[in-house]
């Protein structure tokens, strides 16, 4: 069971021949939430990516950007992108505070996320983690 108000609530991706399962969780100085990939085929874990960020709800989504894939994933206070390749962080940008549910959406190559109350942000996703 995580540790959080709402449960599990954020919908699980697909990227090619893995799910994403996002699992955030607590707060971000307890370490637990991760992003989990694993083979649809055969349940095993691909790879994970530990997440410094609180309980968070949003659906990760896969771009084609630059070199290859990505995952996008936000929480509170990071929007992050990870190689879909083996999990490794690319990107972040800080832009939350509070409770994170909107999923990330990718159109004219920006990543845009919102937050309440009422704020939105176009990130590129070619920046470098900080």
Not at 5 to 17: D, I, M, R, T, V
Not at 20 to 27: E, G, I
């Amino acid at each position: 069971m995580p540790q959080n108000a709402y449960g599990h609530a954020a919908s699980l991706s697909l990227c090619k021949s893995v799910l994403l399962v996002p699992f955030d969780q607590a707060t971000a100085e307890k370490g637990l939430s991760k992003l989990l990939a694993l083979d649809i085929a055969t349940g095993k874990k691909v790879w994970q990516a530990n997440r410094p960020v609180a309980n968070s709800w949003p659906t990760p989504i896969v771009i084609h950007h630059g070199q290859g894939e990505q995952v996008i994933l936000s929480g509170d206070p990071w929007v992050m992108g990870y190689d879909a390749k083996d999990g490794k962080e690319l990107w972040r940008a800080k832009c939350y505070s509070g409770d994170v549910a909107p999923s990330p959406v990718f159109a004219a190559g920006l990543v845009f996320v919102a937050n309440d109350p009422g704020k939105l942000f176009a990130i590129r996703p070619t920046a470098r983690a900080t």
